[in-house]
């Protein structure tokens, strides 16, 4: 069961589209910062592979310039 | 950390969040995240608690939310005009620390060489029997305590009454000396009154931020989000001056930077300006300035035992005109290294009447061997405009620690101070006696040790006994390669009060386990005169105990308890009760408890039911007498001081052997010695260890590579750590920076104990050092 945060840069004067757009996916957390052009995102997901798919989903948005990874943990299923 | 969650997936969503923000943190100065309370706070029933923030003299309101007798979440109490419900990365992660598996929750005793656990009342007898045979055989100046800037007023209070009513020693200092005493040596020598005229509200109307080598983004993040939030809004600007370029220089609209030591000359060049273009406000020095000049040359206190009083002699507008002769713009820049375009520029913004302009600053101006000159030189810049003591125009000082301001010099736990007043003054003395009940003649009338003599008599062999509470010296006094070998000498019995082991608890013969913050009710006074209290939020674990209530149980087995005749579960209140009385009046009234457990927080003097934002101008403060606009009540005559203080060099300089400057400083996300936030796993693995920051030219010239170990050393001890180039903050060239929170990387054994002779309080910003690979 994988949890993984990262930061989340708009493109230039898309914070609100990105935050829309990413508040849409399920298995999507998102804190934007109030006063940078930045969002943490963190993904809980239930296996590595569907970790991997809602990434490159995130990395399709056209309101993105860039995703960086900043911790990932891993927990047992049932926990 | 967070047991009490039910919801471990829901504890490892909030660390990751917490990391991002971290990591977002060191991005961008200021960078702050409101909605993160909500997103990060668990579900269930929590009972939110008011109370400031415990790291540091910003003072921000927090919320803990506590969940079965636990604090499960911090978020920004929105109640509070510091902070309107924001945070800093600290502020958000700092209940994270007390359920640390290493939390000192048991009295422990050196026996043979080892620790062992005894019940806390045994722990208090060995003190206060220990305590008095010193006493006894030695002599009441034989003991000594050392306390904070992080302790509660009421902690502060009980201190003070202790060593100075009940025993009659001065041989009390504190961590505040450290950090804050030049702030306070600039206030009494310049307007006879400590702390800020202004308050917050100041950031909301200033024009200009002028920052004196003060890094607001790491230091004070929640009060430099302000400034960039008056940037954005209506184009206030922030000119950055200082030695090294920071995350706030990078979000400044203007940095400048200048040699160690020279901004005593530059802001002589400042002055010079404003007299040379006219831009003196003529008619507000006539009413309301004099002008003053002290000694010089005074040394820099390097040898024990060192001693200097100043001798004040009164000038007039002339001659101080004609000192600044030699600070002309173009003098003062071929050593500054600020070009005479950006001397003219700084003194410009000062210079516009039309423009309101705040100067900040902290630890740059306060460590310094000329600290009170600098702090006199930057009032100087105000009082010769007239901009002070107006809405967003003012100095305004800003403070280090939690209750550097409430307890350290309001309460005064440095060795000349009295709750209200010095030891030297006779009817400050005389009411001391009054209020605490003891003969007069109990409480000397001479100061007896300032911090760093302190250690040096321990070292020496006349402090026989010492006591400290949450303080880590031997991480943060400069030059602990003496003072180490110092404390561990037998001739010293040394007792520790803390909340986690340190490197100083390592020396202590008995060690107390400290309630932390919310584990005790208290109160706080931060940076803008705003005193806040809260009630205690949870239960400490095993026997840890409130630092008042330690000394009050010791006391009273010496045979004061009459002196002491509070209550356990109340003494906050009857502490806070008793110490106000010092400060009854217009000047310095204090609010009562049943106002500041209402609200977040109330400004002194507190006068008629309400906060004074603005002293000594009389349209807001109800203590200016003098029928004018401006009364500085602190003096005598109602006039504040401008001193003609000159520019001397550094105690110890770059040479051919040691050729670097040394500068030392703190990183956002640790609270100084890293006590506490090196036991939070979010910020301790954002930061995890001490580097050394080299300008990229010093480094390739050495052949040094960024992570590389290098030994950075001086004339007393010396240092190992990773390079660090073109990471967080760039040294100018010939300078290196390294932060002090690591116990694993001391650097205070590299620095120098030199001071200012005024304050007493060290300079950490410059020695000379050299630097090669390990
Ligand atoms: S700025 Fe200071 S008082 Fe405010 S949350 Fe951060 S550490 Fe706490």
Redesign the interface.
């Known amino acids: 069961m994988p949890i993984t945060s990262y930061l989340a840069h708009p493109q230039e004067g898309k914070k609100s589209e990105l935050l829309k757009a990413l508040t849409s996916f399920k298995d999507c957390e998102v804190i934007p910062a109030e006063n940078e052009d930045i969002l943490v995102v963190v993904t809980e997901t239930r296996d590595t592979e569907e970790e991997n798919n809602l990434k490159d989903k995130i990395e399709t948005l056209n309101s993105l310039k860039l995703l960086v990874l900043v911790s990932g943990f891993n927990t047992p299923q049932n926990d | 950390m967070y047991t009490s969650l039910t919801n471990?997936?829901h504890f490892?969503?909030k660390?990751?969040?917490a990391?991002?923000?971290t990591?977002?943190a060191t991005?961008?100065p200021?960078?702050?995240?409101?909605?993160?309370q909500e997103?990060g706070i668990p579900n269930g029933n929590l009972d939110w608690k008011k109370g400031p923030c415990r790291f540091c003299g910003v003072g921000c309101g927090i919320l803990v939310g506590v969940e079965n007798g636990k604090a499960v979440a911090v978020k920004g109490d929105p109640n509070s005009s510091v902070n309107k419900g924001?945070l800093c990365v600290k502020g958000y992660h700092q209940t994270m620390c007390i359920q640390a598996k290493d939390r000192l929750t048991h009295a422990l005793v050196k026996k043979n060489g080892t620790y062992v656990k005894i019940p806390i009342s045994e722990a208090l007898d060995i003190v206060a029997s220990k305590m008095k045979e010193t006493i006894e055989t030695h002599g009441k100046d034989s003991v000594a305590m050392y306390t904070s800037g992080q302790s509660t007023i009421p902690e502060g209070y009980v201190a003070s009454k202790f060593m100075k009513g009940a025993i009659g020693t001065n041989n009390l200092d504190c961590n505040a000396r450290l950090c804050m005493a030049s702030a306070v040596a600039g206030f009494l020598t310049t307007f006879g009154a400590d702390e800020p005229m202004g308050c917050y509200e100041d950031f909301d109307y200033a024009d200009y931020y002028v920052t004196w080598g003060n890094n607001m983004a790491e230091m004070h993040p929640v009060l430099f989000?302000r400034m960039?939030?008056q940037k954005?809004k209506r184009g206030a600007k922030i000119i950055d001056f200082a030695t090294r370029t920071t995350r706030s220089s990078t979000a400044s609209d203007k940095s400048i930077l200048f040699e160690p030591q020279t901004d005593l000359a530059v802001g002589n060049a400042i002055c010079y300006e404003i007299v040379n273009n006219g831009w003196v406000n003529k008619s507000f020095i006539e009413k309301h300035c004099n002008f003053s000049k002290g000694l010089t040359k005074m040394g820099y206190g390097v040898e024990d035992k060192y001693k200097f009083t100043d001798k004040p002699t009164k000038i007039d507008f002339n001659q101080y005109k004609a000192f600044l002769e030699d600070y002309t713009p173009e003098k003062v820049a071929k050593y500054s290294k600020v070009s005479v375009k950006d001397i003219k520029y700084l003194a410009s913004i000062f210079g516009d009447p039309n423009k309101k302009v705040m100067s900040l600053w902290c630890m740059g101006v306060n460590q310094h061997t000329r600290g009170t000159w600098m702090n006199n030189i930057i009032y100087n810049i105000h009082l010769l405009t007239g901009k002070i003591s107006q809405p967003g125009n003012g100095p305004f000082s800003l403070t280090g620690q939690p209750s550097a301001c409430g307890t350290a010099r309001e309460v005064g736990t440095f060795t000349h101070k009295l709750p209200k007043g010095v030891v030297m003054n006779e009817k400050h003395r005389a009411l001391a006696a009054k209020i605490w009940k003891v003969p007069v003649e109990r409480i000397p009338s001479k100061p007896t040790y300032h911090a760093t003599e302190m250690f040096r008599a321990v070292d020496r062999g006349n402090i026989k006994f010492i006591w400290t509470q949450a303080v880590n010296p031997l991480v943060s006094l400069p030059k602990t390669s003496r003072f180490r070998p110092g404390m561990e000498k037998k001739s010293c019995f040394v007792v520790v009060s803390d909340v986690f082991p340190t490197p100083t608890s390592d020396v202590a013969d008995v060690i107390l386990p400290a309630s932390w913050h919310i584990e005790k009710s208290g109160l706080y006074g931060n940076s803008e005169r705003r005193t806040q209290h809260w009630n205690k939020m949870v239960e400490g674990p095993g026997e840890t105990t409130p630092d008042a209530w330690m000394f009050i149980e010791v006391a009273k087995r010496m045979g004061y308890g009459d002196l002491f005749p509070y209550s356990k579960e109340n003494h906050v209140e009857e502490i806070y009760n008793e110490y106000r009385q010092f400060h009854e009046g217009k000047k310095h009234g204090m609010a009562p408890l049943e106002v500041l457990k209402e609200q977040s927080g109330a400004i002194w003097p507190y006068v008629d039911g309400k906060s004074t934002q603005w002293r000594f101008n009389a349209a807001h403060d109800p203590a200016c007498s003098n029928g004018e606009d401006f009364h500085f009540y602190g003096k005598p005559d109602g006039k504040a001081v401008i001193w003609q203080r000159p520019y001397e060099p550094a105690a110890e300089s770059p040479d051919t052997a040691y050729p670097f400057w040394l500068n030392t400083g703190r990183v956002i996300e640790h609270w100084h010695t890293g006590s506490m936030t090196r036991r939070i796993p979010v910020l301790h693995?954002a930061m995890p260890n001490a580097y050394a920051e080299l300008h990229p030219k010093d480094a390739k010239a050495l052949g040094i590579r960024n992570g590389e170990n290098i030994r950075v050393s001086s004339r007393r001890g010396s240092c190992v750590l990773p390079a660090s180039i073109n990471e967080r903050g760039l040294p100018t060239q010939g300078q290196v920076f390294v932060p002090f929170f690591d116990e694993n990387m001391l650097i205070n054994d590299v620095t120098l104990d030199a001071f200012c002779p005024i304050s007493k309080e060290p300079d950490y910003k410059k020695c000379a050092v050299k630097i090669e690979k390990a």
């Open positions: 471990r997936r490892i969503k660390m990751a969040a990391a991002a923000m990591a977002a991005m961008f200021g960078i702050i995240f409101a909605s993160e997103a924001l989000s960039l939030e954005n693995k």
